[in-house]
C-alpha cells in the first residue's frame, strides 16, 4: 500500500496516523477532517487505504466506510471509541472493514495495518488474475467471430477457420486474438 487517505477531525490525531504510516513506508498520506471532504477526494483519487477516525464532525463516519468499502478495494480501519468498539466491530466486519479502538495500542494498530496491507496485495493478484482471464476471454470471442467469418465469406469447416487462425498467428508470430481482429477488420470493413 502507497496511498493512505487519513480522515479525522483532530489534526494531532492525525499526525500521529500520519507519523505511523510514514514509518511503515506508506509514502502519500492526505488528510481530510471530514466525511464531505473525503467524498470529495474521492471522486477523482484512489486510495489503497483509508481510515476513519470516528467521530467526525459532520457525521460518525459508518455509513461512508460501508459505501466505500462496496465501491473500491482500498483497505478501511475503522477507529471509535471504546464504549463503542463492539457495536461498530459488529455491524462493520461483514464489508471486509479493520475495527480498532482507542486510545491506540500501538502494536495492535501495527498488526490490524499488516493484516489490511497483506489483504490489499492478495485482492491486487486477484484483479490482476480476474483482468488475465477477461482478455482470454475477449480473445475468445474474437477467434469465435473470425472463425465465423471465415466460415460464411470463404466457405471453410470450423475445423478449418480454426486451423487457419492457428497457422497464420504461429506464420506471423502474433497472438490468435490478433489475427482474429485482422480477419474481423478485413471482413467487415
Given at each position: ?12 490525531n ?16 492526505t ?18 487505504l483509508?481510515?476513519?477516525n ?10 461512508f ?5 462496496g465501491k473500491?478495494a ?22 471486509g472493514?479493520?475495527t ?5 495500542n ?20 486477484l484483479?490482476?488474475?480476474q483482468?488475465k ?25 470450423e475445423?478449418q ?8 498467428a504461429?506464420?506471423m508470430?502474433?497472438?490468435r486474438?490478433e ?11
Amino acid at each position: 500500500m502507497k496511498r493512505a487517505l487519513v480522515i479525522s477531525s483532530s489534526e494531532q490525531n492525525a499526525a500521529t496516523l500520519k507519523n505511523i504510516l510514514t514509518q511503515n513506508y506508506i509514502t502519500e498520506i492526505t488528510w481530510v477532517s471530514s466525511i464531505s471532504e473525503a467524498r470529495k477526494l474521492l471522486i477523482n483519487r484512489q486510495f489503497d487505504l483509508i481510515l476513519v477516525n470516528a467521530p467526525l464532525k459532520d457525521e460518525f463516519g459508518e455509513s461512508f466506510a460501508i459505501d466505500v468499502a462496496g465501491k473500491s478495494a482500498a483497505q478501511i480501519i475503522f477507529i471509535v471509541n471504546e464504549n463503542v468498539y463492539s457495536e461498530a466491530s459488529y455491524k462493520l466486519e461483514d464489508y471486509g472493514i479493520y475495527t480498532v479502538c482507542k486510545p491506540l495500542n500501538r502494536e495492535v494498530f501495527l498488526s490490524v495495518l499488516k493484516f489490511a496491507n497483506a489483504a490489499f496485495n492478495k485482492i491486487n493478484l486477484l484483479y490482476g488474475e480476474q483482468n488475465k482471464l477477461l482478455r482470454k476471454l475477449d480473445d475468445i470471442k474474437l477467434v469465435n467471430k473470425a472463425k465465423w467469418l471465415l466460415i460464411e465469406n470463404l466457405h471453410m469447416n470450423e475445423e478449418q477457420a480454426h486451423k487457419s487462425i492457428e497457422k497464420q498467428a504461429m506464420d506471423m508470430r502474433l497472438s490468435r486474438g490478433e489475427i482474429a481482429k485482422i480477419i474481423i477488420d478485413k471482413f467487415e470493413s
